[in-house]
């Protein structure tokens, strides 16, 4: 069974920042790819970052320069660090995998995901 648990989140002003976690409990989360999703109300899951066993990343254009992902290896932990955070950057996150070790070229569909996180909600206001 492939447990992933999140953990951060909240509700902050435009411009401010918040960190997201995400722990596996079955696996090290320096072996495979793994991404960042979101979801707002009314709209379809958008992948936001993917980071694979080589620590590339991929990132989706709207959180380029202000989102960044990193690991923790010895805690199997995931995390996003959001920065600069705008309105629109409003909803629930979601981390995956599906075990693969790259990102690949549809690393931001949620359809090549088998694994996801519980969801953490992130809210800006203005």
């Known amino acids: 069974q492939v447990d992933l648990v999140q953990s951060g989140g909240g509700s902050v002003q435009a411009g401010g920042s918040l960190r997201l976690s995400c722990s596996a409990s079955?696996?090290?989360?320096?072996?495979?790819?793994m991404a960042w999703f979101r979801q707002a109300p009314g709209k379809k899951r958008e992948g936001v970052i993917c980071i694979d066993r080589e620590d590339d990343t991929m990132f989706a254009d709207a959180v380029k320069g202000r989102f960044t992902v990193s690991r923790d290896n010895a805690k199997s932990t995931l995390y996003l660090e959001m920065n600069s955070l705008k309105v629109d950057d409003t909803g629930m996150y979601y981390c995956?995998?599906?075990?693969?070790?790259?990102?690949?070229?549809?690393?931001?569909?949620?359809?090549?995901?088998?694994?996801w996180g519980q969801g953490t909600q992130v809210t800006v206001s203005s």
């Open positions: 079955s696996f090290t989360t320096d072996l495979y790819a």
């Open positions: 995956a995998t599906d075990f693969r070790y790259w990102c690949g070229d549809g690393w931001s569909s949620e359809n090549a995901y088998d694994h």
